[in-house]
């Protein structure tokens, strides 16, 4: 694996306004994700971890600090530079799948294409081969509604591959499901890394974490242990 670094937060904090009250989400954090890694987020809720992930997928900008993707700095892409970065180099996977329900699961993969680069008359064939290597070649034509939680949870993760990104992002990947479909879902997130995917995980679960080979907990907004 590469020890190159992908993404890098510079003394990074947040802060939200509520009210006339101030909400540091995150406060000071500096941390470096490397090309290749897989990495565990944890920490008791309104630690700030999902604050974090949402600053690295470019879903939210920080108060403070500077966040850089390959050594560039995110605050210096226009907003079409950030929707193409969200688009062709970052898969992300949420706790809830978020598929379309009147379309089939070769339809959902195919979603992300459609605003792509990659030359449209390829999209049913990128977005077969996703679904392949989930082991779904032989649902494609089955809509959310016909799939289990398990199922579901693989689709997302094929239409997260479609675009072919450097880096996913899984927010509570496993939370919706039950303890065999998390193995698989989990061990699938393994052997993508294993490819060479870097992977970083949301999770409050030490089983989930346990897969990963580095352990970030957070606690009041800030990097309490990294497990290396």
């Known amino acids: 694996m590469s020890a190159s670094s992908l993404i890098r937060c510079d003394k990074v904090s947040k802060i939200y306004q509520m009210g006339e009250q101030q909400v540091h989400a995150l406060n000071n954090v500096s941390v470096e994700f490397k090309q290749g890694e897989m990495t565990a987020i944890m920490g ?19 108060s403070n600090g500077e966040i850089y993707f390959k050594e560039q700095n995110v605050s210096s892409l226009s907003g079409d530079q950030l929707a193409d970065l969200r688009n062709e180099t ?12 009147r379309a089939t699961a070769l339809k959902n993969v195919k979603l992300p294409l459609r605003y792509s680069r ?12 996703c679904l392949q290597l989930v082991g779904l070649g032989d649902r494609m034509d089955h809509k959310p509604t016909q799939l289990s939680g398990g199922q579901q949870q693989r689709v997302a993760i094929a239409r997260a591959l479609a675009c072919k990104p450097s880096i996913i992002l899984a927010d509570e ?27 970083i995980i949301v999770t409050h679960e030490d089983e989930v974490a346990a897969y990963a080979q ?15």
């Open 173 to 199: 990947p496993t939370g919706a499901l039950d303890t065999k479909t998390s193995v698989e879902i989990m061990n699938l997130l393994v052997d993508l890394n294993s490819q060479g995917t870097t992977v």
């Open 44 to 62: 008791p809720s309104g630690s700030g971890k999902s604050t974090l992930m949402n600053l690295l997928g470019a879903l939210d900008t920080p």
């Open 214 to 228: 580095r352990q970030l907990h957070f606690r009041d907004g800030q990097i309490e242990l990294d497990n290396r």
């Open 118 to 129: 990659h030359n449209s008359s390829d999209h049913n064939a990128r977005a077969q081969e």
């Open 90 to 101: 970052i898969g992300f996977v949420f706790q809830q799948f978020n598929l379309l329900s």
